[in-house]
Nanobody
Framework: QVQLVQSGGGLVPAGGSLRLSCAAS????????MAWFRQAPGKEREFVAT????????RYADSVRDRFTISRDNALNTLYLQMNSLKPDDTGVYYC?????????????????WGQGTQVTVSS
């Protein structure tokens, strides 16, 4: 069982930046493919970004590419999401997720463990 505890988030004006963190309660963090998802008010949860086990590969949703960066520190068992040039459409609850599968995927059904979610609000 892996517990994911998120931190970061909050209220930021459009054009601002935020960094989300996700700390995993496992010493085998490097064996998990990780991802970020988000859910806007009244909408379904959607894929944001995913990162390989080693951290050398990442994939992004078109809506966040070139503005968001996913990264991980396997020594600290922590996943990050750096969000720059934030827009009001980025508002939502952000979730980190982990899967023991070896491949990066944007399918949320493949992720076995989820963080508690953290609110990001971007004001216009």
């Amino acid at each position: 069982q892996v517990q994911l505890v998120q931190s970061g988030g909050g209220l930021v004006p459009a054009g601002g930046s935020l960094r989300l963190s996700c700390a995993a309660s496992t010493h085998t963090f490097s064996s998990y493919t990780m991802a970020w998802f988000r859910q806007a008010p009244g909408k379904e949860r959607e894929f944001v970004a995913t990162i390989s086990r080693t951290g050398d590969s990442g994939r992004y949703a078109d809506s966040v590419r070139d503005r968001f960066t996913i990264s991980r520190d396997n020594a600290l068992n922590t996943l990050y999401l750096q969000m720059n040039s934030l827009k009001p459409d980025d508002t939502g609850v952000y979730y980190c997720a982990a899967t023991g599968g070896p491949f990066m995927t944007d399918g949320q059904n493949f992720y076995e463990y989820w963080g508690q979610g953290t609110q990001v609000t971007v004001s216009s």
